[in-house]
C-alpha cells in the first residue's frame, strides 16, 4: 500500500448518478485520500452501479466482477446496492454494499477497509469540488427521489420519494461552479419541475429577499447567476406539468437555454394509462405547439419505450403519429424490457421481442427523418455554440462544439472547420454560421 491511501472509482449510469460519485470523491480527497486512475493503483475500488434496466445491471454486475479480479477490495454502491443479495449471489467477496444517496455510509465504508490518512489536507480539493466532467460544464442535482410511480420504473423504490435539496445549497453551489470557471449548468434530477413540492414551496431567505423552494424560481434565479457570467443554463428530465409554460419567459430572456428535456415516453394514451405516467391526460401536442409559437426556436428531446406490454400496432401508430405532429428535435428511443420489482411485469399481451425490434427500427426511422428536416432549417444561420473539443492542427483543425440543442454526450455536435479554428480553445464559446446538416449533426464555419 502506498504511504497515501489510494481509492479507485468507476461510475456507471445517469448523470445523477455521476453527481454523487462526484460528492463521495470530494469528500474522500478531502480527507487526505489520493484518487488512482487505475485498478493496480488503487488499494480499494468503489463501484457506483446502475439498477434500472436489465442491461445496466448486468453492466454493474459486470463491472464488480471485473474490479475484484483486477485489485480484490471492492465496494459498492449506488441503485443496484439497494438489492444487496443480488450483488452477494453474484460477488459474495465484496467489502461493503450501500444504496443509494449513501455518501456517508460509503465513506464508513472506506473507513473501515482503508484508514484515512491522520492529517488530511483539505486546501488540496478545489472549491467545486472532484468532477468527473470535463472542466468547462457540470451537472447540478436539486433533489433526489421522485414521488411518481410509473409502472415500468423501480427508481422510487431505490431512491425513494421526492427529496427537494435546500435553495440556498443549491444556488451557492451553482455560484461555486461558475466561479470554478464552468461555461454550462446542466440541471438534473428524476423530476425536475416537481422541485420544492415536498418543501411545500417553502421561501428561503436568500441575501436580503426570500425565494421560493419552487422550480420557477429556482431557474430564474440560477439563470440570472449563469448569464450574468455569459455561461448557459440547461434543464433536464422536466415533466410538462402547467407551471412549465413559466419557464418560457426566461428562455425568451436569455435566462435559459431553449432547450426541453421531457419524458413523454409514449403517444397513445392507453399506454400512457398503462404505464401510469403522470399529466397523461394533457394534450402534449398542444402545450408544443403553444410552446413554439411563443419561442420558434426551442429545442425539444425526449426519450421513448416501445413494445410495452399491451402495445398494439394500432397503439404503435398512434405513437408514430403524435411523434410525426410533434416535430421534436431529440429523440431517444428503448426497448421495453422487464425490470425486477416493477409493477408493469404483472401486466398481459407482452410484445414479441422480433415486433419491438421491428418497431424500434421504424420508430428510429421516423425520428430520424425529423431530426434530419429540423437541423436542415438551421443551415444559413449565426449561432453562439461552446467548444467540447478540437481535432487536428492548423489549417486541417476542426473544433467539435454544441449547440443550445445539444447536452453533452446524448445529442448532436457541431463541427466547426476553416479558418481561424486553430485559435479556439475548449470551453470556449464561438459565433459560427450553420454550414451544413446531416441526420443529427451540423457544419460550421466561424461567423
Same mark, same amino acid.
Given at each position: 500500500?502506498?504511504? &497515501?491511501?489510494?481509492?479507485?472509482? +468507476?461510475?456507471?449510469?445517469? !448523470?445523477?448518478? %455521476? ?41 454493474? %454486475?459486470?463491472?464488480?466482477?471485473? =474490479? ?6 471492492? *465496494? ?20 461493503? *454494499? ?22 488530511? #489536507? ?11 466532467? !470535463? ?6 442535482? *436539486? ?11 423501480? *427508481? ?9 435539496? @435546500? ?70 428530465? +422536466? ?7 413559466? &419557464? ?15 419524458? #413523454? ?13 403522470? =399529466? ?15 419561442? !420558434? ?50 401486466? @398481459?399481451? !407482452? ?11 421504424? #420508430?428510429?426511422? =421516423? ?7 429540423? %437541423? ?49 480553445? +475548449? ?21
Amino acid at each position: 500500500m502506498s504511504s &497515501v491511501p489510494r481509492v479507485g472509482f +468507476v461510475s456507471l449510469g445517469c !448523470p445523477k448518478a %455521476l453527481v454523487d460519485s462526484e460528492r463521495i470523491l470530494t469528500q474522500l480527497r478531502a480527507e487526505g485520500y489520493d484518487i488512482a486512475p487505475t485498478y493496480q493503483g488503487a488499494d480499494l475500488v468503489v463501484v457506483n452501479t446502475c439498477g434500472f434496466i436489465d442491461d445496466a445491471v448486468h453492466e454493474s %454486475l459486470d463491472t464488480i466482477g471485473e =474490479a475484484l479480479r483486477e485489485n480484490g477490495k471492492v *465496494i459498492v454502491t449506488g441503485c443496484l446496492g439497494a438489492q444487496p443479495e443480488r450483488i452477494r449471489a453474484r460477488h459474495p467477496q465484496v467489502l461493503g *454494499i450501500t444504496g443509494p444517496q449513501a455518501y456517508e455510509d460509503v465513506v464508513a465504508n472506506v473507513h473501515a477497509h482503508l484508514p484515512r490518512p491522520h492529517d488530511p #489536507f483539505t486546501d488540496l480539493v478545489p472549491a467545486q469540488g472532484i468532477k468527473l466532467t !470535463p472542466r468547462h460544464y457540470a451537472y447540478l442535482k *436539486i433533489s433526489e427521489g421522485c414521488n411518481h410511480r410509473c409502472s415500468f420504473c423501480i *427508481i422510487p423504490s431505490m431512491r425513494g420519494d421526492l427529496v427537494s435539496r @435546500p435553495l440556498p445549497l443549491v444556488l451557492n453551489e451553482g455560484i461555486r461552479l461558475l466561479n470554478a470557471g464552468v461555461r454550462e449548468l446542466l440541471v438534473i434530477s428524476q423530476d425536475t419541475s416537481a422541485y420544492g413540492a415536498d418543501l411545500r414551496y417553502r421561501a428561503e431567505p436568500w441575501g436580503a429577499r426570500e425565494i421560493r423552494t419552487k422550480f420557477i424560481d429556482l431557474a430564474r434565479e440560477l439563470g440570472a447567476l449563469t448569464a450574468e457570467r455569459g455561461a448557459w443554463l440547461r434543464l433536464h428530465y +422536466v415533466y410538462p406539468y402547467p407551471h412549465v409554460d413559466e &419557464v418560457l419567459a426566461l428562455m425568451a430572456d436569455g435566462l435559459v437555454l431553449p432547450y426541453l428535456d421531457i419524458p #413523454f415516453q409514449h403517444g397513445s394514451p392507453r399506454i400512457l394509462k398503462l404505464m401510469k405516467r403522470p =399529466a397523461h391526460a394533457e394534450n402534449t401536442l398542444e402545450r408544443i405547439r403553444a410552446w413554439r409559437r411563443l419561442l !420558434p426556436s426551442l429545442a425539444i428531446r425526449s426519450t421513448f419505450i416501445v413494445g410495452f406490454p399491451g402495445e398494439t400496432e394500432a397503439d404503435f401508430r398512434l405513437l408514430l403519429d403524435w411523434l410525426a405532429e410533434a416535430g421534436l428535435d431529440r429523440v431517444g428511443c428503448f426497448k421495453y424490457s422487464p425490470v425486477d420489482g416493477a409493477s408493469a411485469n404483472a401486466l @398481459p399481451d !407482452p410484445v414479441p421481442a422480433q415486433v419491438q425490434e421491428e418497431r424500434y427500427a421504424r #420508430f428510429m426511422e =421516423a425520428a430520424a427523418a425529423i431530426s434530419a428536416a429540423r %437541423l436542415a432549417r438551421r443551415v444559413g444561420g449565426r449561432e453562439r455554440v461552446l467548444v467540447d473539443a478540437l481535432e487536428g492542427s492548423g489549417r486541417g483543425a476542426v473544433a467539435v462544439a454544441r449547440s443550445f440543442a445539444d447536452a453533452p454526450q446524448i445529442d448532436g455536435t457541431v463541427r466547426i472547420r476553416g479558418a481561424g479554428v486553430a485559435r479556439l480553445a +475548449v470551453g470556449e464559446f464561438a459565433e459560427v454560421e450553420i454550414t451544413a446538416a446531416d441526420t443529427y449533426d451540423l457544419g460550421a464555419r466561424l461567423a
